[in-house]
Every structure is written in C-alpha cells, then in structure tokens.
C-alpha cells in the first residue's frame, strides 16, 4: 500500500506564498496522474490541481494563475506552490491519484492545513 505524506502547510497573510510536499512511499508519482486535493469544512474534497504522467498540468479556475504543481519523480514527492494566497484557499490540502482517470484511490493521508488570513 502507498502511503501518502502532505507537510508544508501553515498560517500566512493573504497575498503571501507557500509551498506544499506530497512524499509517496512508492513510485506512484511516476506511474499515476496525481493531483492536490482541498477540503473545507462542510464541503466535499475538491481536486484543485493535477498533472498527468507525461507532465500535463490542469487547474480550477479559482487557482490558475495562481498554484503551480510538479513531482520529483526520483525522490517520489509531489509539490504544490501556492501564491497569492486568498482567504478562501483555506482548507485541509491532500494529495493522491487523479479522480478523473483513477481505477481506485490511494489510502488518504493527514493532509496539511493551509490558513490564509485577512
């Protein structure tokens, strides 16, 4: 079973940036599209951003423009950059397979809490 381990988030003013880890205990990255999930209390888990094996990158338009993503294939993480910050980027952040094209889902992790204030 992969295990997926989001770190990187935390409280910072709007405007401001953060950076976002995914490390996968396997080589899900290289083999999967994958994406960054958020979830906000009382909201289904919502796929913000996804990249494809080949590198194809794909995002809301609520983050375009805005968040980057990229893997690290040899060292099986995930990243999501994040600038510009708005209030309503707060959320729980995860990652895992793309919904869109999965057959099933990797066990989710802890996911890391973005806070963005006002």
């Known amino acids: 079973q992969v295990r997926l381990v989001e770190s990187g988030g935390g409280l910072v003013q709007a405007g401001g940036s953060l950076r976002l880890s995914c490390a996968a205990s396997?080589?899900?990255?290289?083999?999967?599209?994958v994406g960054w999930y958020r979830r906000t209390p009382g909201k289904e888990r919502e796929l913000v951003a996804g990249?494809?094996?080949?590198?194809?990158?794909t995002y809301v338009p609520s983050v375009k423009g805005r968040f980057t993503i990229s893997r690290d294939t040899a060292k099986n993480t995930l990243y999501l950059q994040m600038d510009n910050l708005k209030t309503e980027d707060t959320a729980v952040y995860y990652c895992n397979r793309d919904v869109r094209v999965a057959s099933r889902m990797s066990p989710w992790g802890q996911g890391t809490q973005v806070t963005v204030s006002s």
């Open positions: 396997g080589n899900t990255f290289s083999l999967n599209a």
């Open positions: 990249i494809t094996t080949g590198g194809t990158t």
